[in-house]
């Protein structure tokens, strides 16, 4: 006994190492919660199958293995199933180390290490969003803890039916594939708060019917159903969320808490979980649900005890989940996508003091892009406009074909397709930047011709966009040019007038290096070029 409970605990702790290195990995996949949707909707539909095919195969796999055929006493059965288990767990656990590839972008380097469990608490009290959506959760995840472990009690106590509740578990695994199936889809057409309090809404009306349903099977399958039915879609509504956090951190508190973030839920889990298993005891014992007990030994007083903990209770919970996660979780799509786009405009800073970027003298820049010139300070973004990116010019387009100024190396593709960063051999940290508000539109419309580190020559296309999306979508169309090192240089001349018909390639921008001693003083206030 003593060493299936240290065995049994120390592989729960490392289950939750794994739980949360797991789910850990979204942020460093892609900046894009599209792209989350649809990484975690695969992986949760085989979490779900797999879950579900443990419960249904455990004991046909034992008896199968047994020493004999009838008998499930036999340990060479269980241990032939745990080698199994244990095999496949290694190997897809070495695959998804092996296969998966993170995506090691300049935003995700603004990171440090929290340490202490003071410094634990400060970065998730300075993160609002992470800790309101915690506690929506923590209050959904103690219901549903309680409702989910107690439903074997009631198909075993209050309808003496204990077989139809593998029944129920069989239903339940389809019905948990459908349902992630279809997060993807119904997140396009709702928000994530009318689907996370329609999900709840149903689970109530499930509870509801559950409620009354006594002992009529099908309508017990049917209420057990639609309670269960969209929590799985919870479940990755509120990933998303805390997954999207990371980034709303970094832009608040100025560094990512990727791994910090991500263990909350499955801490919160953990919780629920430890919170229903005390509970449920206790509510089984008030019913009089102990040994020797049957469905005909419990009273009605026991009866209706125990409905007022499976389902009242779970149910306040639920609706004050409601309220929090309505009230206080403003984290959507399109704001995750703002919070992107505000991080994307400061990725070149950091290579300033780098020393990837000696400039050696005066550089000439060519605009990578056919059309009008524009004055900086006439572009209709206070960031971009006001300089504090850093100084440059802007370009009304002509065509959709933008090109390299000069040889480079990619240091930054934006997830949709609509930035791209350069480091030059010539020192100059350039960010092209088309359109404004275009994170909206996802990567519709524009394509991307290189991938971070590439090596690009002058004149190499870089990105293709189809101009007409950007206008059917009511978004400005304008070309930013910006050199985000811009310090590193004392004069910004621009080589032809504003209003001026340019050809990509054609040299637009002079740059003149600082000399040491005006290194030495600084770069002072930087205003947009002239």
């Excluded at 198909?155 to 993807?184: C, D, E, Q, R, V």
């Excluded at 009273?299 to 309220?323: D, Q, R, W, Y």
């Excluded at 359109?435 to 971070?452: D, H, I, N, P």
Aim: charged share 20%; glycine share 10%; hydrophobic share 45%.
């Amino acid at each position: 006994m003593v060493v299936f409970a240290v065995l049994y605990i120390t592989m729960d702790i490392f289950y939750s190492f794994k739980d949360v290195g797991f789910w850990s990995m979204l942020p460093s996949l892609t900046t894009s919660s599209r792209e989350r949707e649809k990484t975690a909707t695969y992986a949760r539909v085989g979490s779900t199958v797999g879950g579900g095919l443990v419960g249904i195969l455990v004991m046909p796999a034992v008896i199968f293995f047994s020493a004999k055929a009838t008998s499930t006493g036999d340990d060479r059965g269980w241990f032939i199933f745990a080698a199994i288990i244990c095999t496949i767990a290694f190997v897809s656990a070495w695959c998804v180390g092996l296969f998966t590839r993170e995506v090691n972008s300049d935003i995700r380097k603004n990171k440090q290490d929290t340490k202490g469990i003071v410094g634990i608490f400060k970065a998730l009290s300075g993160n609002d969003q992470l800790m309101w959506v915690a506690l929506a959760y923590l209050f959904y995840g103690i219901a549903i803890n309680i409702t989910n472990s107690l439903e074997v009690y009631y198909f075993t106590y209050i309808m003496g039916m204990p077989k139809a509740f593998s029944i129920f578990s069989t239903i339940n695994i389809f019905l948990g594939i459908i349902a992630t199936s279809l997060f993807p889809i119904l997140s396009k057409k709702l928000s994530r708060k009318v689907l996370f309090t329609s999900c709840l809404v149903v689970m109530l009306c499930g509870m509801g019917l559950f409620a009354v349903a006594g002992s009529n099977l099908p309508l017990v399958l049917l209420a057990a159903s639609v309670f269960g039915f969209p929590q799985q879609m919870v479940f990755l509504i509120v990933l998303m969320v805390i997954t999207d956090s990371v980034e709303y951190g970094q832009l608040k508190l100025g560094h990512r808490d990727e791994s910090l973030a991500l263990s909350v839920r499955p801490l919160i889990d953990k919780f629920g979980g430890a919170v229903s298993n005390g509970v449920v005891g206790q509510i089984a014992i008030m019913a009089g649900m102990t040994t020797g007990a049957t469905a005909s030994s419990i009273t009605a007083s026991g009866k209706i005890n125990f409905k007022i903990m499976m389902f009242a209770v779970p149910a306040v919970m639920l609706v004050i989940a409601i309220i929090i996660f309505a009230s206080k979780v403003i984290l959507s799509e399109k704001k995750h996508a703002e919070i992107v786009a505000e991080l994307e405009k400061t990725w070149g800073k950091k290579f300033d003091k780098s020393g990837e970027n000696t400039v050696d003298g005066d550089v000439l820049i060519p605009t990578p892009i056919s059309g009008k010139l524009m004055n900086l300070s006439e572009v209709n973004d206070r960031t971009f406009s006001s300089g504090s990116v850093g100084r440059g010019f802007a370009i009304k387009p002509s065509d959709g074909k933008v090109l390299a100024p000069f040889d480079a190396t990619v240091r930054q593709v934006f997830t949709t397709r609509h930035a791209v960063g350069l480091v030059g051999d010539n020192g100059v940290v350039l960010l092209i930047h088309i359109g404004l508000g275009t994170v909206k539109l996802k990567g519709t419309g524009f394509v991307s011709y290189v991938e971070q580190g590439q090596r690009v020559k002058k004149g190499q296309e870089l990105i293709e966009f189809w101009d007409p999306t950007i206008k059917k979508a009511c978004l400005d169309d304008t070309v930013i040019v910006i050199v985000t090192n811009s310090d590193k240089f004392s004069e910004f001349e621009m080589t032809v007038k504003d209003g001026q018909s340019v050809q990509a390639e054609d040299n637009v921008l002079e740059l003149k290096v600082k000399n040491e001693e005006e290194t030495a003083l600084g770069g002072g206030q930087i205003e947009p070029a002239n």
